[in-house]
């Protein structure tokens, strides 16, 4: 009995040390994001672009990447504030080693209110990379509410 009581309680204190990494790595990837939001807050829609991965430009192009956050921000404006609501870390091994977190934001725009999930990931010898980005439109801009341009 005295061995089952210490493997377990081995096993407790590696599970609890391994929820100090998760929460390091949330906090280390959230700070990350920190980074994409200030961007995002910029004028020029391009300045979040360097904060992505190359993989993240294999499958979607840097111009259609763009034109989707430049037809967002036209849409709904410039995002004035931001909440992280959820995450999720995951240690990866093997051939996509290293840690990927997910963070899930309540996003207002000027405009408009968004969920946002940031796919973040840091390879076991680099830095974070956004590799995945998506939007839900919450509360939509009324109609006619676009930016337009005039010639």
């Known amino acids: 009995m005295t061995a089952m009581r210490a493997s377990l309680l081995a096993a407790c204190v590696v599970m609890a040390l391994s929820a100090c990494d998760f929460a390091q790595d949330k906090d280390a990837a959230a700070a990350y994001a920190e980074r994409y ?37 036209d849409r709904c404006g410039t995002p004035t504030a931001h909440t992280l609501v959820n995450w999720v870390v995951t240690h990866n091994v093997g051939t996509n080693a290293g840690t990927t977190v997910k963070l899930i934001y309540d996003v207002r725009h000027e405009r408009c209110r968004t969920t946002e999930t940031l796919v973040i990931f840091r390879p076991p010898d680099g830095g974070f990379s956004i590799i995945g980005h998506f939007f839900q439109m919450n509360e939509s801009a009324p109609a006619g509410s676009e930016k337009t341009t005039t010639t």
């Not at 807050?41 to 259609?64: C, G, H, I, K, Q």
């Open 37 to 73: 939001f200030a961007a995002a807050t910029l004028e020029d829609v391009s300045a979040v672009l360097p904060l992505y991965s190359p993989r993240f430009f294999a499958v979607t192009p840097r111009e259609t990447w763009l034109d989707t956050l430049q037809h967002l921000r």
